[in-house]
C-alpha cells in the first residue's frame, strides 16, 4: 500500500527564514503529488500539485515544490515565511490508474512562525 | 459560488444515537469523499463515491454509511455513535473524470461523542 511521511511534526521558523518541509512517499510507481494548506479551524485548500513534467511546480501565496524520483520525495519550499503562513502542511497523494482517485494523507507538519 | 457547504458545524452527540451529516456541493463534480481527521494521524478516507449511484470503501469505514442519490449531495450516517468517533469530519469532491484531480474540501464539522 502507498504511504506518505511528513518526518517533521512540527516547525518553527522566524519570520522572514527560508522554509521547507519534507515528504516522502512509499509507491512504485509516480503518483500525482498535493501539497495542501489548513489554517486553524479551517477546512484544506491547495497549495500546489505535481502530476508530470517540470519537476519545480510552482504553487499558491510563494510556496513552490520540487519532485525528486531518486529520493521518493516532494518537498515543499518558501523562500521567506510570513507569519499568516502559520498553518499544517499536507502532504498528499494519489495513485493515477487506481480507479478511484483517492486521496492518502501524511500526518502533517505544523508550522509555528516567530515574529 | 458556494463550493461545499457541511452541516452541522459542530455537534454534541450521546454515544449510541444515530447522526447523519450533510454534504452537498455545487460543483457538479462527479466524485465525493468523506474524511475524518485526528490529531497526529492527518486525514483518512472513510468513504468515497466515483460516480452518483456508487460508493466504495476507504481506509476507516467501519461504523459509518454513505449514499450517493443524486451528484450534489453525499450525507455520511453513523447508525450508532461511538467516542471514537469523536473527530473533525471532512467532506471533498472532485471532477475525477477531468484532467486534473483536485479535490476541495469542506469547511469540516467538529463532532464530539459523550
Known amino acids: 500500500a502507498q504511504s506518505v511521511t511528513q518526518p517533521d511534526i512540527h516547525i518553527t521558523v522566524s519570520e522572514g527564514a527560508s522554509l521547507e518541509l519534507r515528504c516522502n512517499y512509499s509507491?512504485?510507481?509516480?503518483?500525482?503529488l498535493f501539497w495542501y494548506v489548513q489554517s486553524p479551524g479551517q477546512g484544506l485548500q491547495l497549495l500546489l500539485k505535481y502530476f508530470s513534467g517540470d519537476t519545480l511546480v510552482q504553487g499558491i501565496k510563494g510556496f513552490e515544490a520540487e519532485f525528486k524520483r531518486s529520493q521518493s520525495s516532494f518537498n515543499l519550499r518558501k523562500p521567506s515565511v510570513h507569519w499568516s503562513d502559520a498553518a499544517e502542511y499536507f502532504c498528499a497523494v494519489v495513485r493515477p490508474g487506481a480507479g478511484s482517485y483517492q486521496l492518502t494523507f501524511g500526518k502533517g507538519t505544523k508550522l509555528s512562525v516567530i515574529p | 459560488i458556494a463550493g461545499i457547504t457541511q452541516a452541522p458545524t459542530s455537534q454534541i452527540l450521546a454515544a449510541g444515537r444515530r447522526m447523519t451529516l450533510r454534504c452537498t456541493q455545487d460543483?457538479?463534480?462527479?466524485?465525493m469523499y468523506w474524511y475524518r481527521q485526528d490529531l497526529g494521524l492527518g486525514l483518512r478516507l472513510i468513504h468515497y463515491?466515483?460516480?452518483?449511484?456508487?460508493?466504495g470503501k476507504g481506509e476507516v469505514p467501519d461504523g459509518y454509511s454513505v449514499s450517493r442519490a443524486n451528484t450534489d449531495d453525499f450525507p455520511l450516517t453513523l447508525a450508532s455513535a461511538v467516542p471514537s468517533q469523536t473527530s473533525v469530519y471532512f467532506c471533498?469532491?472532485?471532477?475525477?473524470?477531468?484532467?486534473?484531480?483536485?479535490?476541495?474540501f469542506g469547511p469540516g464539522t467538529r463532532l464530539t461523542v459523550l
Open positions: 509507491y512504485g510507481a509516480t503518483p500525482y
Open positions: 463515491s466515483n460516480t452518483a449511484g456508487t460508493t
Open positions: 471533498a469532491s472532485s471532477d475525477a473524470g477531468g484532467t486534473y484531480n483536485e479535490q476541495f
Open positions: 460543483m457538479r463534480h462527479n466524485a
